[in-house]
């Protein structure tokens, strides 16, 4: 009897054991594949997504798009400018850099806020040399997805082109290698994944005010926002860059 | 003479349909003195109902357009065709500075709304309810038009364009920003009309193309 005793307490003590090597186990195999996929992820496209973890900061885009290779990619300035040229990524290390936290709100309804770092077009623009006929800049981007905004408009405060985002790179879902940021603007007046940028002597619709009802300008105006990280609870904005959450 | 009538009615049509309209803005209207309803308790960001009661004052009939503003700040810039407008992208500081030029000033909020709502606290300047379902075409922009187009936005003092035109400036202020009054809200490329309570608030400094203003004395 004794025997089946100190059997019973070593078996107890071995599953024990076991059953707690095994929870633990699950647990961190849990926490490391837990990441759910989105349609684009192992393939060398990116597009227009909300799954895995684009749940918090929905992606669009215009069409799908082949990923840029940022060994190849070069920046054009092109049109009304003294000095059209192209950069590559390594230029931009050279540029004053600026990191502000700002709220991307879509006309969709939807917005997320996220830490970008980049640096002003006037930096840009101290190398090209704008004509004085030049009144805007038209974006070019690799989905094909064309933008245009005024000089003025693009060289407000917390306008930026920016390279990083939450202290990392640029990813390809939002707009490696360079993206613009203008936060007082919805979202299509923020083109990404930007491949020239042309100036302009008048203004020129973007490809979604050219087709949809989306206004020329994007001013963010007063109505309601749905954030994605306060689980979309409704709230009332007063228009231009939200400030408040 | 059939054909004489017809000709004089169909130039008149015309002329009429393409005459662009005198600029009204700086006409004004005396609102009497005496007590309204101010605020909502239904809606979380208007002051709390309550009655108030105001000496009386004068407010323009329009809010002050393009063309106007730019008699006395020659820089503004604005497209030929807006003239008539309401003018917008000015600041607080802008908008006070015209009014003062103008020996007027900008309206405080509660005499803003006692224009719009009268003393029978209506939701809307022209009565309860909805002028339409929608208030604007979708669209995710505002579409400006001239001043006191939208024959219906009248209030009970003949005040125009209180509710479905531009956000307004007033000099009242809450947590360190202006409060605007009486624009159209947006939700998702549906509009709203704005109701006689209803506050947008906004810093000082902005320069935003859905805010304009009108003076009062």
Known sequence: MRTLEKFTRRLFLQRGFWATTLIFWSWFRGSTHAKELHTYEGTDFIGKTREGEYKNFYINFWKPMRRINGKTWQLKITGLCDAPQSFTLEHFKSFTSTTQSSRMKCVECWSARAQWSGFSIHELEQIVRPQPNAKGIL????????????????????????????????????????RLIAPSKYGYKNPKAILEMEYVSEHQAGTWSKIGPYSPDGTILPGTDHPLEFGKEPRRISGGEITDY | MNNVVKTFFTWASITLAFYPGPVFSSKMVEIPAGPFVMGNDSDRYAPPQHSMYLENYWIDIYEVTNEEFAIQFPEHPFWKGAAPHPVTDISWQEAQSYCLKMSKRLPTEAEWEKAARGEDARLYPWGNKPLRKKAHPFHSGLIKRRIGLNKKDVSPYNVRDMASSVWEWTTSEVEGKKITRGGLWNFHLEYEFSKTFDRNLVASSNRLPFIGFRCAR
């Open chain 1, 139 to 178: 974006f070019h981007c690799a989905d094909e997805y064309k933008e245009y905004l005024s000089r003025t408009a693009l060289n407000q405060d917390r306008v930026i082109l920016a390279h990083s985002m939450n202290g990392k790179p640029l990813t390809d879902a939002h707009g490696f290698p360079l």
